[in-house]
């Protein structure tokens, strides 16, 4: 499934541009949610724009409360 976006070129150019996976930004993120239970899928690609992290199950966060 293809999905678009509106966007300026402005912002299609600078996003472009920003290939980093494995930042710090994200390793404490995961680290955080290993830590409180939360299962999650790194580098998801079947979403638009491939996040870095998704959370495998929606139960466990509702369940986390």
């Keep these: 499934m ?5 966007t300026d070129q402005e912002t299609r150019k600078r996003m ?3 290939h980093v996976t494995e930042g710090k930004d994200e ?3 995961r680290k955080i949610l ?4 939360i299962h999650y899928r790194k580098n998801y690609k ?3 724009g491939k996040p870095g992290t998704v959370p495998c199950q ?6 986390k409360n």
Excluded at 2 to 6: E, G, Q, V
Excluded at 58 to 63: E, I, K, M, P, Q
């Design 34 to 37: 290993w830590d409180n239970g």
């Design 46 to 48: 079947e979403l638009p």
């Design 58 to 63: 929606v139960d466990t966060l509702n369940n």
């Design 16 to 18: 472009s541009k920003v």
């Design 27 to 29: 390793v404490v993120i």
């Design 2 to 6: 293809k999905y678009k976006f509106d």
